[in-house]
């Protein structure tokens, strides 16, 4: 085997990098959907234009236009923002600042984002895993317990997939203990559905806190790839020696500049309201459906719900093709699936499929021709 050519390759990659699972992007899943409610994606585009053309010249590293209107828009001086090829290249920046392989721990507490494990994985640094509280708050004493060579403390609020804010006092309590000691980095990816919860005041009292940002979610921009870190001068500092010299292209400085816009933001907030509008119909609607056992509340733009029966709920639907996000497969979310909130219409297109799907205990045609061999192929997902 070894003399195969390609058997060589594999040989000399990185251990962890052939041990490596990848992270399984709603993309990468692929389908036949025609409405994708799986992502945490707008359902619709916003139209720009381009109006930068000096595409002859290599771009700026950190646009001062999108540096001055982030700035403004978060409420931070120009000097506590770094822009990054969106937050999944935040949580990386922050492991290549921060960690050294085989020596430094990345701490993060599921179910929760996939991408920070994925992230450590890929540079061989260990993952420590503190489950949360059954109501998906942290467990702070269990934390301070798994502190030793924790160097990075990952917590996402609101969370992805739960959906639910982490209290405020806990990440309080979290800064407290971790000072000195390891960075905390808050994944504020959708912050702008509540914007009421986010830390980014108390930036001023703690040096080693770091507040992730995107415009993927209430901008409506998931494909322009374009996020933010908050933090104090001397982290962001740390940050740009580790970043690449040209980390956005000119278009899409061009293009995140105008959704910055006053007029951008304005946009933006609309779209927050219609989303809250359409998430407490969807909520609503899905209580009522007998294959619901519970739904629970979200601050952001995806609900996550518990089903009686859930890889049926979850084929039935993509063979219809609507794609949601399994979550089953996360510790403690068995049953669970994540629906971003689509249009009016798609959400529902969900319901009228979900509504005459039986419930626990109920018999149909459906369960009784086809028992248990309903098994879905996309699996390993860790988000
Ligand atoms: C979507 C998401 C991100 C990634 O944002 P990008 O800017 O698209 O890379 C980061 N964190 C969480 C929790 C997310 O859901």
Redesign the pocket.
């Known amino acids: 085997m070894s003399n195969s050519p390609s058997a060589s390759v594999i040989e000399l990659a990185r251990s962890n990098v052939r041990e490596l699972t990848p992270y399984q992007s709603a993309r990468r899943l692929g389908g036949n959907g025609d409405v994708w409610l799986n992502a945490?994606e707008y359902p619709l585009a916003p139209e720009f234009q381009l109006t930068a053309q000096t595409f002859n010249r290599y771009p700026e590293c950190q646009p001062k236009a999108v540096i001055e209107r982030y700035a403004a828009y978060a409420g931070v001086a120009t000097d506590q923002v770094l822009v990054s090829?969106?937050?999944?290249?935040s949580?990386e920046l922050l492991i290549r600042a921060f960690c050294e392989p085989g020596k430094d721990a990345v701490l993060y507490c599921p179910p929760?984002?996939g991408?920070y494990g994925v992230s450590a994985e890929t540079f061989g640094i260990e993952r420590r895993t503190v489950g949360t509280k059954e109501n998906w708050q942290l467990d702070l004493q269990a934390i301070a317990d798994n502190l030793a060579n924790v160097k990075l403390v990952y917590v996402?609020s609101p969370n992805?997939p739960t959906g639910n804010l982490i209290d405020a006092a806990d990440l309080r309590a979290l800064l407290e203990m971790t000072q000195g000691k390891a960075i905390v980095a808050i994944?504020e990816?959708?912050i702008d559905f509540c914007p009421q919860a986010s830390v980014v005041a108390w930036l001023q009292d703690f040096p080693h806190l770091a507040i992730?940002r995107?415009?993927?979610?209430a901008f409506a921009l998931?494909g322009l790839?374009?996020?933010f870190t908050l933090a104090n001068p001397p982290l962001i500092e740390l940050l740009l020696k580790v970043i690449a010299p040209y980390p956005l292209s000119t278009p899409v400085a061009d293009i995140a500049a105008q959704a910055l816009s006053d007029e951008g933001i304005t946009v933006m907030r609309t779209r927050v309201k219609e989303i809250a509008e359409t998430r407490a119909w969807l909520q609503e609607a899905l209580q009522q459906c007998p294959c619901v056992e519970q739904v629970f509340g979200s601050d952001s733009n995806y609900l996550m719900a518990r089903f009686t029966a859930s890889s049926i709920v979850f084929k039935t639907l993509w063979d219809q093709g609507i794609i949601l996000r399994d979550q089953n497969k996360q510790s403690g979310l068995a049953g669970c699936l994540r629906i971003t909130i689509g249009t009016r219409q798609e959400c529902q297109r969900v319901i009228d499929v979900l509504q005459v799907l039986p419930g626990a205990g109920e018999s149909s045609s459906a369960d009784d021709a086809n028992p248990t061999r309903v098994k879905l192929s996309p699996s390993k997902e860790p988000m």
């Open positions: 945490n090829r969106g937050a999944d290249e949580i929760t984002y991408m996402c992805n994944d990816a959708y992730l995107t415009l993927s979610k998931a790839r374009c996020g």
